[in-house]
């Protein structure tokens, strides 16, 4: 893996936002009753006992669950240890380098790219002729970082893409859409993530089938700036979009366990790109669904037995 649990334990440590854990302090306080400094013990004693962050702990609703409905839930600790199981390191260059990710999967990507590894200045000029904006990514780039949108000429209308993350899950041979996770903007900043973003899960049929949350909690009826209704909201292709990820897979079952960030364009579903270490926390919100069970429940119920293999 690039980065042990401990390492990453550490480093969580040291990035702690202590006004955003005061927020979610101040939160489960108010719809709990306990005393602020009860929970903050709690959260540092999931911190060192399990990995879990106090934005994960928030998320879980770990302030209301008994330690065996804790263990569902998937923490960096655990997280880690699933994936060295699952995934073969030796293979996961094909996911973390994007330009082999891109030749891989080509067929799913409907869109042009070049590899600047190889082209000359000449193909560099055929490839930005006739397009109005390319992006240009690190090829080891990971969570929107080293992103870079690069206008060849100015336009006033682009056809917006909605990206969202869905999950598949590899057992003796046969790939499966084990979650999905949509996340927006609430206002109108240029990236997600950096945010108070919106998030929720999307069904088969293109409909919302969870309830839209915010990162602290709070439920949406309504985007809060546009007013639209989110039980009008109907994604066209989701269902192409699940048979992409699921047929994908099957291209590099050496890696069990992927993350795909999926875009809906004019052309239907594309891929953007594979993950060997997605992130758990948004398909673990306990608002989004009310469940008292966590991600690695989802994955034990697909490995069956094999699932006590794994030592977490």
Request: neutral net charge.
């Amino acid at each position: 893996m690039a980065m042990s649990a401990g390492r990453w334990l550490l480093n969580k440590f040291k990035d702690i936002n202590h006004d955003r854990m005061k927020k979610h302090i101040d939160i489960i306080h108010e719809n709990t009753g306990k005393s602020r400094f009860y929970i903050r013990m709690s959260m540092m004693w999931n911190f060192l006992t399990r990995g879990t962050g106090y934005t994960d702990y928030f998320r879980c609703n770990f302030i209301e669950l008994s330690n065996k409905e804790k263990d569902t839930f998937a923490t960096a600790k655990k997280f880690y240890k699933l994936l060295a199981y699952l995934n073969s390191e030796e293979y996961l260059v094909v996911l973390n380098d994007k330009l082999i990710f891109n030749e891989l999967f080509k067929k799913y990507l409907k869109r042009d790219f070049i590899n600047l590894r190889v082209s000359t200045a000449e193909d560099l000029r055929a490839f930005l002729k006739g397009k109005t904006t390319v992006f240009a990514k690190e090829t080891h780039g990971e969570g929107g970082h080293g992103i870079s949108k690069l206008k060849v000429a100015d336009i006033k209308d682009v056809d917006a893409l909605y990206p969202f993350r869905v999950i598949t899950l590899m057992k003796d041979g046969k790939s499966t859409m084990i979650a999905n996770a949509l996340r927006i903007n609430q206002d109108d900043a240029e990236v997600i993530g950096c945010t108070n973003d919106l998030y929720f899960s999307i069904g088969a049929d293109g409909r919302i089938d969870s309830n839209v949350v915010d990162d602290y909690g709070n439920i949406y009826d309504t985007h809060p700036m546009t007013g639209m209704k989110f039980s009008d909201v109907l994604i066209h292709g989701v269902k192409e979009a699940f048979d992409m990820c699921v047929e994908a897979h099957q291209r590099i079952p050496q890696i069990r366990y992927i993350g795909w960030d999926v875009a809906f364009s004019v052309d239907g579903p594309v891929l953007v790109e594979g993950n060997e270490y997605p992130g758990y926390g948004l398909v673990q919100h306990f608002k989004l669904k009310e469940k008292r069970t966590g991600h690695l429940k989802e994955v034990a119920d697909i490995l069956g037995d094999e699932y006590n293999n794994i030592k977490l």
